[in-house]
């Protein structure tokens, strides 16, 4: 009996001494631990904060296109209407909120698109404070040993605007869209040649997020090969560049480095007929009687 209580004894003091270091760890300056919460495969960039996950959920989303197609859509009122909105890099809606809209949720950004978000930064990390961040890239410019170029830009970033929500796509995140990739087009990407577009990471990302989704501005598989297709710039925001359908066509047929827009455009169209994603403007749907009906 006395063993018995002595036994019981210990086990309440190692009890006690675990709750204290954990608290310890809770309050400690410059160590927070948090709960693993959220959608695991986009991580906080944020100093002293440990696994906190993007925590996000919409009801019905709007993820605007950057494409020319948006120019005189006149539909930014509507845009600005839905619940989230998502945006791509650093697409402006200054000057063009009239057809794009003026909100931004959540904006998803290349590797290759943060210096362009550097060079307006007290904007788009002070001014637009509630707007969260997701940024993907390559391992090499994302390693968090020090060594990622990139992931330390967006540390002194996160360090300077603490209020500011950035989150990175996760490693593991990287190579389950990958995989996506393979099992949708039986290629292996990094094989062909093939970079994934930051519109592919953003639809993958917009049905993590949301119940439903209205896609505004993206053109199906088969536009450009039509012979009356209208001819818009690759970006609403750049008139002067290349038009959208040569850059496509470009991309598609690139031995290295290219994005297979064309290609992913088919598998999205693939996902709308098992999720709720409509597109607008302009308007199309999958040929499947059975996705009649949703999105009007």
């Not at 002293?48 to 989303?61: A, V």
């Not at 391992?139 to 360090?159: P, T």
């Amino acid at each position: 009996m006395k063993y018995m209580r002595i036994r019981w004894l210990c086990l309440v003091v190692i009890s006690l001494s675990l709750l204290f270091w954990y608290g310890h760890l809770i309050h400690s300056e410059g160590s927070t631990i948090m709960p693993n919460t959220g959608l695991q495969g986009y991580t906080k960039i944020s100093p002293g904060l440990m696994h906190q996950f993007l925590n996000m959920h919409c009801s019905q989303c709007a993820l605007v296109s950057s494409s020319g197609q948006m120019l005189g859509a006149v539909i930014g009122e509507e845009i600005d209407k839905t619940e989230c909105v998502i945006r791509m890099n650093n697409a402006p809606t200054s000057g063009y909120e009239r057809d794009v809209g003026s909100r931004t949720s959540l904006r998803v950004v290349s590797h290759t698109s943060v210096p362009l978000l550097l060079k307006n930064e007290s904007y788009y990390f002070k001014h637009l404070a509630d707007t969260t961040y997701v940024f993907w890239g390559p391992e090499r410019n994302m390693k968090q040993d020090g060594k990622g170029r990139i992931f330390n830009i967006l540390q002194k970033v996160a360090r300077k605007y603490p209020k500011a929500k950035l989150y990175v796509v996760t490693r593991e995140k990287i190579q389950y869209c990958d995989s996506i990739f393979q099992n949708e087009t039986g290629k292996n990407r990094m094989k062909s040649g093939a970079f994934l577009s930051t519109g592919f990471f953003t639809i993958i990302l917009a049905m993590d997020v949301c119940d439903s989704i209205h896609v505004y501005g993206m053109i199906d598989d088969n536009y450009c090969s039509r012979a009356n297709h209208s001819v818009v710039p690759y970006h609403y925001y750049e008139r002067s560049r290349v038009d959208e359908c040569r850059m496509y066509r470009v991309h598609e047929r690139a031995r290295h480095g290219g994005h297979r827009f064309i290609t992913e455009k088919t598998i999205y169209a693939r996902w709308a007929l098992h999720h709720k994603m409509a597109f607008k403007h302009p308007s199309w749907r999958p040929q499947d009687e059975a996705h009649r009906g949703w999105g009007d």
